[in-house]
C-alpha cells in the first residue's frame, strides 16, 4: 500500500503519475486532477479539458482569458 499526497489515505490501489518534472502517488484519478491540473489564472479552477493558454498562462475558458484582458483567444471547437 502507498499513501496518497493529496488526501492520505493509505490504499492497497494507489498509483504514480509521472511527469517531466515530479512523481506523485495518488488514490484516485479525483486526487490525480488536484496534483497534477494546472489551475486557471482567472478563476482558479481546475483545467482539465483542452482550455485555452495565453503564454504561459491558462485559462479554463476564453471567458475567462477576457476577463484576464485577453481578448483574441477562443475556446476550441
Do not use: W
Amino acid at each position: 500500500m502507498a499513501r496518497c499526497e493529496v488526501c492520505g489515505n493509505n490504499y492497497d490501489r494507489s498509483f504514480q503519475i509521472v511527469t517531466q518534472d515530479k512523481t506523485v502517488t495518488v488514490d484516485s484519478f479525483e486526487c490525480a486532477i488536484h496534483a497534477c491540473a494546472p489551475a486557471c489564472a482567472h478563476c482558479g479552477c481546475k483545467v482539465i479539458g483542452h482550455g485555452v493558454q495565453d503564454g504561459e498562462r491558462i485559462f479554463c475558458c476564453a471567458h475567462c482569458a477576457r476577463e484576464s484582458g485577453v481578448t483574441e483567444l477562443q475556446d476550441r471547437s
